[in-house]
């Protein structure tokens, strides 16, 4: 690895010039395109992989292998690229690419990637793509508490590589390899014997064991697993695990007081994700928050990997050519639970029935879970206002309580609350719509245990996937026919992001600021892709976008969260109304008026196995390392390489970069000497002067002028014309009450030489323009690039103030934020510096944004001096977006 | 519906393959019939005659060649489309010698299958008027 990076700075160092040469700009713009070129492929290749993963295409690892292999290619080159222009400012780059390549690789071969060794995580640090690493149960009570905001109790997860290094410590493995030798012999048995065993697991159901003994091969009988059970328990927790463990424990117990009580949960690599293994490893309740107690029952859950029940699934447990089955184990806090039990977010035995039903008992939920009490019953009609359709009250003659010194009991309930109902109306209420919103997020009808505090709170301990004992016959799975009862609205406008089926009301989004306002369970109908929409991504039906690609950011998230999604429709936002129910069927492409639940049916029943194949997941564990953007501001201080944790934030700091290298003023400078310069000739005084580097002005006649028709610059024309807009270019003098330093503000650039060094500089191609202004103390920039390809297109604007004083400087910024908001740019505002930007929009589109943000620049000039107070800020703000240019 | 009484066969070892094709048929309204083994795939052919068959064709043991060639035998009007990882011209030229009607290489979107399964529907439909 040192070795390798030593080579690389060798080859950098020879092939690049040294440092401080200054370059010319045309080379300058050359390396720039090439970045930027580089930086788009790579994008490009990183959204054919994540587009993958909408369930819309069949691919095989060869497609995995070679498309990592030409964006790992790409990544690499846009890294040169930038220290070709940069002049090796960023050699630094190549050694976080080659960490992030080599995770990628061991995940390639088949082992866990470095960074993912934390033994012990707290659920807030758990997000869904570490599921491989906590289990699906710890995954998805992390996903209910950090995305869905529902009450989890606290606690963290005993990772799955802990469970590696703990059976690696103790030498489990081998000594498993040791049994098996051992029990197949004793495991011979009489033909009679066989035979009879054979009949008994048939019985049961268990034929393929039933095949196995009459085979005879491998058969291992119980006393097998008995003896794996005990090398788990008698095994020794490795040193540093056991002092996180005892980290995590002191943060609970600071908490929740030293005598608080955990659960010690199983939580297997693919419990709950595709196989139920229901409640056949272990739960361990009310351990004392110690770590001796811990540890013991922490191997106690292992252990339960080879228990009794769980041998039926012993080809998952101990596959023959892949590693063991892991396990991890989530440790939670008790909740005094008052009332608690179990609910179905749908009915399993018919689907057709939109209820949730909900058991309950007193004190601890093992009673209902286990079956082993006449609980309480409920059944909740699954929407607004959740009328409890039919209830019966239990004998619940025995509860389960927390014994003081650790473990349950289970006691007798004295006969008044065995008649009473252990839930009252508003809390049967409150569960159903917890279970609704539940499912909802899984896309699945779910299985929830939960409990109720003293204070009267809900809290969630664990959902997985509801088994459904009576799927859709063949009949209704066959559902074209009874589709065609219902309208559509919309059919085959844009492009599938995500598939699947969505349905709920019509949220049509206007300003960026109304997602907070979001309802739960809406249709999202924007015009615009956004990455923003993340944060209400968990919560919503579907989306619809009237401009996007299936290859943004965005369908990316929505990939992610399994939100069917259609983009690029064109004219969503137009022809759905806010409100309205729909249904969005983003397999065939199709928008129904109203609820189609026949859709909705044939999605709970739907085969998700697509989600849980090989590829499907090893594709998603690289993406880890690939599509997610930790860089976001470049204000903030992990703005560096160390900082970049995925080839998407390499990406990102490279452009940023580059860009920076672009807008040094300092090169323009010589340029200007050179005379390489024209000088803008339009009606306003804006003393720009232009650099054209292939196809951005087509002058007339040899001369250092350029007017308004001569401007062949897609963006840069735009952004003339909205200087030039009638009323927006004040020359008159403000009348000052401050006298400062306005006349600087107003000075214009002395152009009476070519000497001087002109400070408002266009740079300058036909689909480019990089725009630096200087009125007074302020500085502007512009980067844009606006072309036919949606993908390429970009406004990056950048406001730095100074002078009169700071309050005044962030009211202006104030000023700035709140217009460019409103034109949908995503707005960064610190102090005096605000940073907008947006990108993937239409050419159309763009030259409209250009000409606003052209008049934008030439109203506000002056305006510091007139923004006295907030009041003000909000006037003038009004004034612009209505076209009313008028200072007064 | 249209759809209705076209008989599909799908083979693939890959069982993603075969649920998500078998899944999103079906919902189309196709008669579908699954298998993810060329053996078991090729026995049923003996039997029974299909309209469409969309065949892996890299598999362990009776590979798509063979599930073609069966097919073709059989019944001659059978359409074979074949889907592989590794679109070799080589194989593809022998494959359109055998008479598949069209190959399709991974990664592939499954709207692609629908339409060449359409467009094989149509000229089944031709063929017959």
Not at chain 1, 738 to 754: A, E, Q, R, T, V
Not at chain 1, 775 to 793: A, L, Q, R, T
Not at chain 2, 27 to 44: C, I, L, P, R, S
Not at chain 2, 89 to 100: C, I, L, Q, Y
Request: hydrophobic share 40%; aromatic share 8%; charged share 30%.
């Amino acid at each position: 690895m040192k070795n390798l990076l030593e080579s690389f700075k060798k080859y950098f160092v020879k092939k690049t010039p040294a440092t401080d040469v200054k370059l010319s700009v045309r080379i300058v713009f050359n390396r720039f395109r090439q970045v930027l070129d580089s930086n788009n492929r790579s994008l490009e290749i990183m959204a054919d992989m994540g587009d993958k993963l909408g369930g819309n295409y069949i691919f095989d690892i060869n497609y995995i292998k070679k498309s990592y292999s030409k964006l790992s290619d790409s990544v690499f080159q846009s890294i040169y690229n930038l220290n070709l222009l940069s002049q090796n400012k960023y050699l630094y780059l190549h050694r976080i690419f080659e960490k992030i390549n080599d995770q990628i690789s061991r995940i390639l071969q088949g082992k866990a990637p470095l960074d993912l060794r934390e033994p012990v995580l707290f659920y807030r640090e758990i997000s869904w793509e570490m599921s491989d690493e906590v289990g699906g149960k710890n995954a998805g009570l992390a996903e209910l508490t950090n995305h869905l905001r529902l009450n989890v109790p606290e606690g963290f997860a005993i990772t799955v590589g802990a469970f590696r290094d703990f059976v690696e410590y103790n030498r489990i493995e081998e000594k498993i390899n040791a049994l098996k030798q051992k029990y197949r012999k004793a495991a011979k048995r009489s033909h009679q014997e066989s035979v009879m065993s054979a009949i008994t697991f048939a019985e049961a159901g268990e034929h393929e064991t039933a095949k196995e003994i009459l085979r005879e091969e491998d058969y291992l009988d119980d006393s097998f697993f008995w003896a794996v059970q005990d090398l788990f328990r008698k095994g020794k927790i490795p040193p540093y695990l056991e002092t996180q463990l005892e980290k995590a424990l002191e943060i609970l117990r600071a908490k929740n007081g030293e005598n608080c009580r955990i659960a010690v949960r199983s939580s297997a690599e693919r419990e709950d994700l595709e196989f139920s293994f229901a409640g056949q490893f272990e739960t361990l309740l009310n351990v004392p928050a110690d770590l001796k107690q811990i540890e013991k029952a922490y191997k106690e859950v292992l252990s339960s990997l080879y228990s009794a029940g769980a041998i039926s699934y012993k080809d998952l447990i101990m596959p023959k050519d892949k590693p063991m089955m892991a396990m991890s184990v989530g440790c939670v806090k008790m909740v005094n639970s008052q009332v608690s039990g179990v609910m179905y977010s749908s009915d399993p035995n018919d689907l057709n029935n939109d209820v949730v039903i909900i058991s309950a008992n007193w004190g601890l939920g093992k009673t209902v879970v286990d079956g082993s009490v006449d609980a309480d019953y409920y059944i909740v009609l699954k929407e607004e206002p959740y009328e409890i359709l039919d209830r019966k009250v239990g004998g619940k003659k025995l509860a389960a309580v927390a014994v003081k010194d650790g473990g349950i009991k289970e006691i007798g309930v004295s006969e008044e609350k065995q008649r009473a109902q252990c839930l009252a109306d508003e809390q049967i209420r409150d569960l159903a719509r917890q279970a609704v919103l539940i499912e909802h997020y899984m896309k699945k009808p779910q299985d929830i245990e939960w409990a109720i505090d003293e204070k009267g709170e809900i809290f969630i301990l664990q959902s997985r996937p509801l088994k459904i004992v009576a799927p859709l016959s063949g009949a209704a799975i066959n559902i074209t026919a009874s589709l065609e009862k219902y309208s559509v609205i919309m059919e085959n406008q844009g492009k599938i992001a995500r598939r699947g089926v969505g349905a709920g009301r019509v949220f049509i989004l206007k300003r960026m600021e109304d997602l907070q306002n979001f309802i739960p369970g809406s249709v999202l109908v924007a015009r615009h892709d956004s990455s923003h929409f993340i944060k209400i991504m968990p919560k919503a039906s579907a989306i619809i976008t009237d401009i996007g690609t299936p290859t943004s950011h965005m369908a990316n998230i929505a990939r992610e969260f399994q939100v069917p999604t259609i983009v690029n429709t064109g004219i969503g936002t137009s022809i759905l109304k806010h409100g309205d129910e729909i249904t969005v069927d983003a397999d065939d492409n199709r928008i129904y008026a109203g609820i189609v639940k026949e859709l909705l049916k044939y999605r709970i029943t739907e085969d998700m196995i697509l989600m849980e194949t090989d590829e499907f997941r090893l594709l998603k564990k690289i993406l880890r390392y690939i599509t997610p953007l930790n860089l976001i501001d470049p204000l903030l201080e992990s703005f560096t390489p160390e900082g970049c944790k995925t080839y998407h934030d390499i990406i990102r700091f490279i452009h940023e970069k580059a860009i920076a290298e672009l807008v040094d003023i300092d090169r323009y400078k010589e340029v200007l000497r050179n005379n390489i310069a024209v000088r803008l000739d339009v009606p306003v005084p804006t003393g720009i002067f232009i650099i054209d580097i292939g196809g951005g002005l087509d002058l007339k006649e040899d001369k250092n002028e350029a007017s308004f028709d001569e401007i062949t610059s897609i963006p840069f024309r735009a952004i003339v014309k909205g200087m030039m807009h009638p009323g927006v270019w004040h020359s008159e003098a403000i009348s000052m009450k401050i006298n400062d330093f306005m006349s600087s503000m107003l000075k214009m650039p002395d152009i009476s030489g070519m000497s001087y060094l002109g400070e408002n500089v266009a740079v300058v191609s036909r689909e480019y323009v990089n725009l630096s202004l200087r009125f007074g103390y302020h500085f502007n920039m512009m980067d844009c690039y606006c072309s036919e390809n949606i993908k390429d297109n970009h406004v990056y604007f950048r406001f730095v103030g100074g002078a009169t004083d700071i309050t005044k400087r962030s009211r202006r910024a104030e000023l700035l934020g709140s217009i460019l908001r409103e034109f949908n740019m995503r707005t960064n505002i610190k102090g005096d510096l605000i940073i907008a930007r947006t990108d993937n929009i239409t050419r159309l589109e763009m030259e409209e944004l250009l000409d606003y943000l052209g008049r934008l620049i030439a109203y506000t000039r002056q305006l510091d001096a007139l923004l006295y107070d907030e009041q003000a800020v909000k006037y003038y703000a009004r004034n612009f977006l209505e076209e009313n240019y008028r200072l007064e | 519906m249209i759809n209705e009484g076209c008989r599909l066969m799908v083979v693939d070892d890959e069982l993603i393959v075969c649920k998500r094709l078998k899944q999103i048929l079906e919902k189309a309204g196709y008669d579908v019939t699954v298998f993810n083994n060329g053996e078991d795939a090729v026995k049923k052919l003996e039997l029974e005659s299909y309209d469409i068959i969309v065949t892996d064709l890299k598999m362990e043991g009776v590979d798509g060649m063979k599930i073609l060639e069966t097919a073709k035998r059989k019944n001659p009007d059978t359409r074979v489309i074949m889907i592989t990882g590794f679109a070799e011209t080589e194989t593809a030229r022998e494959a359109f010698r055998k008479g598949v009607f069209d190959f399709i290489s991974k990664p592939v979107e499954i709207d692609t299958i629908k339409q060449v399964i359409i467009k094989a529907q149509k000229e089944i439909s031709g063929s017959k008027t």
